[in-house]
């Protein structure tokens, strides 16, 4: 016991001595915690909403919960005829973008990477950063204008050719959609796959040359393992998003022509809650938290899958 009460000032004055030393450190970690705190985790307590029958003038405690032991809003959002087609929507898009898009980016970054001209190099990258950088609005804007069946580049030659209006087509909305995100956003999503082979060792490079090897051999068996795990914990990160389809493109290139294609469960859930004559927060509300804990759920079964196969996963 003596040897207890001795030691407990020494732990105390050591621990104080290193907060002291640290100081410095804290203060700099302590406002990015505040803000994660404030608006990451204090806006959860609003998820008791999606329990309850929300009214404004009783706020989040004083409102009644709902019926069926607070479910009611969840059976309700299944049951309605709009769940399996904004549910299909959803996963067409979300799985149709990320087979599409990781590629796309591995391969501009391979070429890249393989560039000799330094001046050409740094023309392509800029040119394929810039359409990141564009509103989203905007952005849609630029394809609307483009595919205008009336003075659009493209939409004119294809309208007076087949007879197809590409903006009110549903069956070609997916691909639109698609393959405009790979014109915005593969040029940024190479950054990462850039800095990854910026890592390889030339050394490599240079016993393959040695030993004969053609340019395809030394990105199959030089480059491909070295960008794969990469591409594997960029797979996992966006599989947890996979029902979380930006609703802003979506809303802007939606039309009614279009709409038993584009209407997503972000989509639908935003007429509910703000476009509707009768808003309906606690229906909304769960909705988003159903989308949460699917993802959550696919994410943790991504990264078991890769651990399992390929021990590329996170720990």
Not at 111 to 132: E, G
Not at 140 to 149: A, E, F, M, N, Q
Not at 194 to 200: D, I, K
Not at 205 to 233: K, S
Request: hydrophobic residues 45%; contains cysteine.
């Amino acid at each position: 016991m003596k040897s207890i009460k001795k030691h407990r000032p020494a732990d105390r004055n050591s621990l104080l001595k290193y907060f002291k030393n640290h100081w410095e450190l804290y203060i700099m970690i302590l406002p990015p915690v505040i803000l994660l705190l404030v608006f990451a985790y204090g806006p959860m307590y609003g998820v008791i909403i999606a329990f309850k029958n929300y009214k404004a003038t009783l706020g989040i405690l004083g409102s009644p919960w709902a019926e069926q032991y607070g479910f009611y809003h969840f059976i309700k959002f299944f049951k309605n005829y709009n769940f399996i087609e904004c549910l299909r929507n959803t996963l067409v898009l979300s799985v149709y973008s990320l087979l599409v898009t990781v590629p796309c980016s591995v391969v501009l970054a391979l070429c890249l990477n393989y560039t000799r001209y330094t001046k050409f190099r740094k023309t392509v990258q800029m040119i394929t950063y810039c359409p990141y950088f564009i509103s989203t609005v905007v952005f849609v804007g630029i394809i609307r204008l483009i595919l205008d069946t009336r003075i659009g580049v493209l939409g004119s030659i294809v309208y007076n050719t087949f007879d197809l209006n590409i903006m009110g087509s549903a069956s070609a909305f997916p691909s639109l959609y698609v393959w405009s995100g790979v014109w915005q956003g593969t040029g940024y999503g190479a950054i990462i796959y850039l800095a990854t082979l910026a890592g390889v060792d030339m050394q490599l490079h240079e016993a393959a040359i040695i030993d004969g090897a053609t340019l395809l051999q030394r990105i199959r068996h030089i480059d491909l393992p070295e960008v794969i795990p990469t591409a594997v914990i960029m797979l996992i990160l966006n599989i947890g998003s996979i029902l979380n389809v930006g609703y802003e493109k979506v809303l802007a290139m939606q039309n009614q022509n279009n709409l038993s294609t584009s209407e997503v469960i972000n989509t639908y859930a935003y007429k509910v809650s703000l476009v509707s004559s009768f808003p309906d927060f606690s229906y909304s509300t769960a909705i988003g938290l159903f989308q949460s804990l699917v993802g959550l759920t696919l994410l943790l079964a991504a990264n078991k899958i890769a651990d399992r196969l390929s021990g590329n996963g996170f720990v």
